[in-house]
């Protein structure tokens, strides 16, 4: 191999081994180009997860793994509502495909693998309640539990009510969210009407 070609390698490898997974665009900034990476490809040095997106074949799975691959096809989107309640173990539902919220006038990504379920928030709603977890070395924006719960009920004719009133029980049951904090955040959100019924019937039951 030439001096460059392995100077090409070894920006790919440095990238996938800090990043974890890395677009084709990162690679090339990082001074790699598309040839090299498609014959690291070919070599089986690199595994491709999806168009334009790369990880090493010996690279650790974790449980989250479609979530780390999601934002990193989408950096603006935020994991919510099943897939973030899935996150927060506050349901053994496992969603099939990758629940991703994104501003009202974002454009809409075409995603084949993982395949993802894009809903829209306000653009404020994607900033309020949400965290940034680390899976695989990519930083995953993810609604908090109780961000997740009211959403569930917000969104409650997409996901289905039954859904919505587990994960309100489940957090309970947990002490993941708390009574107050789900009547504040539900009132902001203007669900409250809706939910306030199921949280007092469930807090007087537990």
Do not use: N
């Not at 800090?18 to 070599?43: F, H, N």
């Not at 799975?61 to 099943?82: D, Q, Y």
């Not at 309640?85 to 496992?94: I, S």
């Not at 708390?178 to 199921?198: D, F, G, N, S, T």
Request: a positive charge; hydrophobic letters at 45%.
């Amino acid at each position: 191999m030439s001096q460059s070609g392995k100077s090409h390698r070894d920006r790919v490898m440095a990238v996938l081994r800090q990043q974890g997974m890395a677009r084709l665009a990162e690679l090339m900034r990082a001074g790699a180009t598309a040839a090299a990476v498609a014959r690291l490809e070919r070599e089986g040095a690199i595994v491709r997860l999806a168009r334009g997106l790369y990880q090493l074949p010996d690279a650790p799975l974790e449980a989250h793994h479609t979530l780390a691959e999601a934002a990193k096809r989408v950096p603006r989107g935020v994991i919510c509502l099943v897939s973030a309640l899935a996150f927060h173990d506050l349901t053994d539902r496992m969603p099939p495909k990758v629940w991703m919220a994104i501003a009202p006038k974002d454009w809409r990504p075409r995603v084949a693998q993982p395949p993802i379920r894009f809903v829209r928030f306000p653009s404020a709603a994607l900033e309020s309640g949400v965290e940034a977890h680390g899976i695989e070395g990519v930083t995953v924006r993810i609604t908090d539990p109780t961000r997740t719960v009211v959403d569930l009920f917000r969104y409650r004719r997409v996901v289905g009510q039954t859904v919505a009133v587990e994960g309100l029980r489940e957090g309970l049951r947990q002490r993941r969210i708390m009574p107050a904090e789900i009547a504040r955040c539900a009132a902001a959100m203007k669900v409250w009407p809706v939910l306030q019924p199921y949280l007092e019937a469930l807090t007087i039951d537990g």
